[in-house]
């Protein structure tokens, strides 16, 4: 019978407060700032290219499937490399490497801005991925491993507010900038955010490194980069494609291999593991998982639903339509903030049940009072309870996640975390947006009895193409757009109740399979062995 040896961990002292201490009240704050303003460059860059799209194709004379490549190839980036960069922080040390991707991340910025052609454009954009995903992963892992534990819920508020607010916030700038200016101003922000954020990097924020007796588990980053990209693919592709193109059914057999392998190779590594999947057993990690994956899935849906809404039911501009958004995106940074004061006293999983519940109303809310006529009154209810249902249940959830693994994979946790928010957001946007696809082009049939064929074929290929239809004029117009704006409703209400439905399950698994409060006022997600609080 073998025997496994323990994993030798050890916190490098170097990656203290500079002298082995943890940083006074002051510079703690800075810290905060800094990695949250990297943070924001990170997502802002998620979701503000979204708000240029005429203005791209028209620049490169792009298609529609060139411009959402460009667009989502960062993403397929950012969450394919999340989980190996991280866990090379950890290990290479997390200062170097949040200052090297501010520096790849600022300079595919720059290129975007002022990429001569789509091909350009492209690479920068996918280098710009890369770079965030040193990003993203490193700003957590700096607060797990820099604030004492009795701080570290508010800090993780602070940065789930903005990494849940900060796309909002981010494509609301964005529009900003296209209206007064063009797209090449939206590679701006980015730029302006991470010399910032270097600039406090380099004065603030301590390194910090782990030291191990394993060997980094190459096999684990290289089949986790695989499973992650065909998944994340295959849900970008399918409802442009078809989920039977062979590309997207390539993707998804891809994706869904490497993912058993990598579980099979993990399993086989045990402690010198990427990422520990035996973790998953534990109520804290899974939960908290588990919660993540379904509320930003629905976030991301509900955008997919709430844009087209606003701009093509209610006619409203893209910047006003993004305005529209920040009661939301205010409260759901407000309740972030609030969660690890309320988890304090009631417990991470009855915080997490109630913002569950919020967002669940929420959704029954908007699915119940939405309408044409009632216009953006009838869905702002349901959206700022969304907003604080999401808040209060991000923030607990994150902090189960980051928990449940040891310091020295405080890297890997954090980019688990994040993967788990990209997989979500690609699941909500492919499913919600093909519910809200198939609910539309099921009601709006019946109402074009009449229509000349032709323009009726237009009308169901969405609520836009029925519009555009509707105003080249002729004797229909009126006829289409009522169809098409009542039609669009209907697809509403259809994705709204799924999204209420897989609320109700996430409920009631949290309610009983969800991380409990200790004796001490603490989650039950143990501080793991060889794990040291700073």
Same mark, same amino acid.
């Given at each position: 019978?073998?025997?496994?040896?323990?994993?030798? #961990?050890?916190?490098?002292?170097?990656?203290?407060?500079?002298?082995?201490?943890?940083?006074?009240?002051?510079?703690?704050?800075?810290?905060?700032?800094?990695?949250?303003?990297?943070?924001?460059?990170?997502?802002?860059?998620?979701?503000?290219?979204?708000?240029?799209?005429?203005? &791209?194709?028209?620049?490169?004379?792009?298609?529609?499937? #060139?411009?959402?490549?460009?667009?989502?190839?960062?993403?397929?980036?950012?969450?394919?490399?999340?989980? @190996?960069?991280?866990?090379?922080?950890?290990?290479?040390?997390?200062?170097?490497?949040?200052?090297?991707?501010?520096?790849?991340?600022?300079?595919?910025?720059?290129? $975007?801005?002022?990429?001569?052609? $789509?091909?350009?454009?492209? %690479? *920068?954009?996918?280098?710009?991925?890369?770079? %965030?995903?040193?990003?993203?992963?490193? +700003?957590?892992?700096?607060?797990?491993?820099?604030? @004492?534990?009795?701080?570290?819920?508010?800090?993780?508020?602070?940065?789930?507010?903005?990494? =849940?607010?900060?796309?909002?916030?981010?494509?609301?700038?964005?529009?900003?900038?296209?209206?007064?200016?063009?797209? /090449?101003?939206?590679?701006?922000?980015?730029?302006?955010?991470?010399? !910032?954020?270097?600039?406090?990097?380099?004065?603030?924020?301590?390194?910090?490194?782990?030291?191990? =007796?394993? %060997?980094?588990?190459?096999?684990?980053?290289?089949?986790?980069?695989?499973?992650?990209?065909?998944?994340?693919?295959?849900?970008?592709?399918?409802?442009?494609?078809?989920? #039977?193109?062979?590309?997207?059914?390539?993707?998804? %057999?891809?994706?869904?291999?490497?993912?058993?392998?990598?579980?099979?190779?993990?399993? /086989?590594?045990?402690?010198?593991?990427?990422?520990?999947?035996?973790?998953?057993?534990?109520? $804290?990690?899974?939960?908290?998982?588990? +919660?993540?994956?379904?509320?930003?899935?629905?976030?991301?849906?509900?955008? !997919?639903?709430?844009?087209?809404?606003?701009?093509?039911?209610?006619?409203?501009?893209?910047?006003?339509? +993004?305005?529209?958004?920040?009661?939301?995106?205010?409260?759901?940074?407000? $309740?972030?903030?609030?969660?690890?004061? &309320?988890?304090?006293?009631?417990? @991470?999983?009855?915080?997490?049940?109630?913002?569950?519940?919020?967002?669940?109303?929420?959704?029954?809310?908007?699915?119940?009072?939405?309408?044409?006529?009632?216009?953006?009154?009838?869905?702002?209810?349901?959206?700022?309870?969304?907003?604080?249902?999401?808040?209060?249940?991000?923030?607990?959830? #994150?902090? *189960?996640?980051?928990?449940?693994?040891?310091?020295?994979?405080?890297?890997?946790?954090?980019?688990?975390?994040?993967?788990?928010?990209?997989?979500? +957001?690609?699941?909500?946007? *492919?499913?919600?947006?093909?519910?809200?696809?198939?609910?539309? /082009?099921?009601?709006?049939?019946?109402?074009?009895?009449?229509? @000349?064929?032709?323009?009726?074929?237009?009308?169901?290929?969405?609520?836009?193409?029925?519009?555009?239809?509707?105003?080249?004029?002729?004797?229909?117009?009126?006829? &289409?757009?009522? *169809?098409?704006?009542?039609?669009?409703?209907?697809?509403?209400?259809?994705?709204?109740?799924?999204?209420?439905?897989?609320?109700?399950?996430?409920?009631?698994?949290?309610?009983?399979?969800?991380?409990?409060?200790?004796?001490?006022?603490?989650?039950?997600?143990?501080?793991?062995?060889?794990?040291?609080?700073?």
């Amino acid at each position: 019978m073998s025997t496994q040896q323990p994993a030798q #961990t050890g916190h490098d002292p170097s990656g203290a407060a500079g002298d082995g201490g943890v940083p006074d009240a002051r510079r703690r704050r800075t810290i905060l700032i800094a990695v949250c303003i990297a943070l924001m460059a990170v997502i802002a860059s998620v979701s503000g290219l979204g708000v240029a799209q005429p203005d &791209l194709a028209v620049a490169f004379g792009a298609s529609q499937s #060139t411009v959402l490549w460009i667009i989502n190839i960062y993403t397929l980036g950012l969450a394919a490399l999340l989980l @190996p960069l991280g866990a090379l922080g950890d290990r290479l040390g997390r200062k170097p490497v949040l200052i090297t991707g501010l520096a790849v991340f600022g300079t595919a910025s720059a290129a $975007a801005g002022l990429a001569p052609s $789509a091909e350009v454009l492209l %690479a *920068a954009r996918l280098l710009g991925g890369v770079g %965030a995903a040193m990003i993203m992963p490193i +700003t957590l892992a700096v607060i797990t491993s820099t604030f @004492p534990r009795e701080e570290r819920g508010r800090a993780i508020g602070a940065w789930t507010a903005v990494a =849940g607010g900060g796309g909002i916030l981010g494509m609301f700038l964005s529009a900003v900038l296209v209206d007064v200016a063009n797209w /090449r101003w939206l590679f701006v922000l980015p730029v302006v955010l991470v010399a !910032v954020a270097l600039a406090m990097t380099l004065r603030s924020v301590p390194n910090s490194r782990e030291t191990t =007796g394993h %060997a980094f588990d190459t096999v684990g980053a290289l089949t986790s980069v695989v499973a992650v990209a065909g998944l994340v693919f295959a849900l970008q592709e399918g409802p442009e494609r078809g989920w #039977t193109d062979p590309a997207t059914a390539l993707a998804s %057999a891809v994706g869904a291999v490497a993912a058993a392998g990598f579980v099979a190779w993990e399993l /086989r590594r045990r402690d010198a593991a990427l990422l520990d999947v035996r973790l998953f057993g534990e109520r $804290a990690l899974a939960g908290g998982s588990v +919660t993540l994956l379904a509320v930003f899935g629905v976030q991301a849906g509900i955008f !997919v639903v709430l844009f087209p809404f606003l701009q093509a039911v209610l006619g409203w501009s893209g910047l006003l339509s +993004t305005l529209a958004l920040m009661p939301m995106a205010v409260l759901m940074m407000a $309740a972030s903030g609030l969660a690890p004061h &309320l988890g304090a006293r009631v417990g @991470p999983r009855a915080t997490m049940a109630t913002g569950v519940l919020l967002t669940g109303a929420g959704l029954a809310l908007m699915a119940s009072v939405v309408s044409v006529d009632g216009g953006y009154l009838s869905v702002l209810p349901g959206m700022l309870a969304m907003g604080l249902g999401m808040g209060l249940s991000m923030t607990p959830s #994150t902090e *189960a996640i980051t928990g449940a693994l040891p310091r020295d994979r405080q890297g890997v946790a954090s980019a688990l975390n994040d993967v788990t928010r990209e997989l979500g +957001t690609a699941l909500g946007v *492919a499913l919600l947006g093909a519910l809200l696809s198939t609910g539309y /082009r099921a009601a709006v049939g019946p109402r074009l009895d009449g229509v @000349p064929e032709g323009t009726a074929d237009t009308a169901r290929e969405g609520v836009a193409n029925a519009l555009d239809a509707a105003h080249q004029g002729g004797p229909y117009a009126r006829e &289409l757009i009522l *169809a098409a704006r009542e039609s669009f409703v209907d697809g509403w209400q259809n994705a709204m109740w799924a999204g209420v439905a897989v609320m109700a399950v996430l409920f009631l698994y949290i309610s009983v399979l969800g991380p409990r409060l200790s004796a001490g006022g603490q989650s039950d997600a143990p501080e793991p062995v060889g794990a040291k609080v700073p």
